[in-house]
Nanobody, 115 residues
Framework: QVQVVESGGGLVQPGGSLRLSCTAS????????MGWYRQAPGKERELVAA???????SYGDFVNGRFSISRDNAENTMYLQMNHLKPEDTGVYYC?????????WGQGTQVTVSS
């Protein structure tokens, strides 16, 4: 079974930055899609950033150029660089990777933006 593990969350002040990592036990170079999602308390999970292999990257409307998704195939890791963080960015961030045969979610990493 494929395992996917997020890391990099934590407490950051408004205006700060974090880089989240998502490492998979399977080659992400062969993934057909990958993305980051988040869920705030009492709210539904929402798209942060996603890309389908060979296609454009999609970002949630709230991103406004502050976040960037990338990956390192050699490390089987994808990243979410988050800049200019706001308190409303607080939540649990999940990565999702899709290969032929199905997708896998990570366990989530908590991001808290607060002064």
């Amino acid at each position: 079974q494929v395992q996917v593990v997020e890391s990099g969350g934590g407490l950051v002040q408004p205006g700060g930055s974090l880089r989240l990592s998502c490492t998979a036990s399977r080659s992400i170079g062969s993934a057909s899609a990958m993305g980051w999602y988040r869920q705030a308390p009492g709210k539904e999970r929402e798209l942060v950033a996603a890309v389908i292999s060979g296609g454009p990257t999609s970002y949630g409307d709230f991103v406004n150029g502050r976040f960037s998704i990338s990956r390192d195939n050699a490390e089987n890791t994808m990243y979410l660089q988050m800049n200019h963080l706001k308190p409303e960015d607080t939540g649990v961030y999940y990565c999702h990777l899709v290969w032929r045969g199905g997708g896998t979610w990570g366990q989530g990493t908590q991001v808290t933006v607060s002064s």
